[in-house]
């Protein structure tokens, strides 16, 4: 058992971390950067490293500054939180290397599905329905086009180390073509370091569907059903739920199966999510995620997990503290992502917090490192609270949402709180009708 873990993360989910570990009696660690000396991890975890200067490359994706932490607390484990080094599998390594425990899957599950190729092809084999497209990565303009020929446009150009939004472009047809193979390629090699790029047939009018799978590493594996995270800016999540507001029961229980049968298969170890595009009543796998994820507290909330304790538990040894038959839906949830920016251009807006009052009451969670006086560094992700509510169905969430956003107080940044009560009054927002490309389209038509 441990006695003793570091969480290499800072924010709201170095905090999520932190409590679950008070709760099973294990003291944490903290580490930051010099930028990061007065954050709410820091003050709130037993004991504080500082690991580097405020670039995150300096500190928070410092390998030996974070193993070194390590070392001279005592830590025996490492929660990586998400984003940072939570899927880098050479981390991982190094980790396991120094006879320490990452809090997560193993380097190879991470490294499988970082490769969107590799994951596209283990998931194809696992028996997991995807997104229709090349087979394998497409090495110059002239395959691209028949490719795009073969599939029919629109298409989508990603680059296979892609994420965060990062590396896709869309042809909507041949002329497209080579401006978007060339950028996607190019974004790839800047952002990734790797310009190899597949094409995948664009949907156009899909949801976004994930499932949440669990493993415990032995070859035992559940699902917890769907997040519907179709709302969206620039292929980022801006609005989370869960149960999906399009899915059914049955639907749930097959595609849940699929995808618990296919991480069991894999001796899969830990949380993971498994998205999909779903249009027509089908299911088309895009990519797997080796990590905690930023909404899963709405899973938490619908199922009454606690998937950072499960995730800590796995990693002991033991073995998960739920089958499937235990896990039972009860009423929904929705999370906002608030995050410091200015509309209506989302340009990021670090900046002294000179108020903070964070709403309460009944099926109400607010995940946030703010307090008051705390001034938000401009280096790093502009993410500073999510909200989640939760009712015993979709319309009660959303009322509880709508009266949580109406107390809560950010005064000294500007915030995407305006955003959410402004979608809120949308009709289709409150039916739940959307697909990916709605709130683009609702930003072009109203901010
Ligand atoms: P990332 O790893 O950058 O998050 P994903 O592959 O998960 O990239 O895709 C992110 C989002 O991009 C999806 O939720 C969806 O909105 C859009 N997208 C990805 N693939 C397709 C596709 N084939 N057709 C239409 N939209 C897509």
Known sequence: MFDKILIANRGEIALRVIRAAREMGIASVAVHSTADADAMHVRMADESVCIGPPQG??????IPAIISACEITGAQAIHPGYGFLSENANFVQIVEDHDLTFIGPTAQHIRTMGDKITAKDTMKELGVPCVPGSDGGVPDLE?????????GYPVIIKATAGGGGKGMKVAQTADDMEMAFRTARAEGKSNFGNDEVYIEKYLTTPRHIEIQVFGDGKGKAVHLGERDCSLQRRHQKVFEEAPGPSISAEERAKIGKVCADAVAKIDYIGAGTIEFLYENGEFYFIEMNTRLQVEHPVTEAIFGVDLVREQIRVAEGLPMSFGQDDLVINGHAIEVRINAEK?????????????????????????????????????????????IVHGRDRNEAIARLSRALGELIVDGVDTTVPLFDALLAEPDVQTGNYNIHWLERWLDDNM
């Open 143 to 151: 395959t691209a086009k028949k490719v795009g020929e073969e599939i």
């Open 343 to 387: 509309l209506p251009n989302f340009a990021p807006c670090p900046g002294k917090i000179t108020q903070y009052h964070a709403p309460g009451g009944l099926g109400v969670r607010m995940d946030s490192a703010l307090y008051d006086g705390y001034s938000i560094p401009p280096y790093y992700d502009s993410l500073i609270g999510k909200l």
């Open 57 to 62: 490359t300096s500190s928070y994706l410092s």
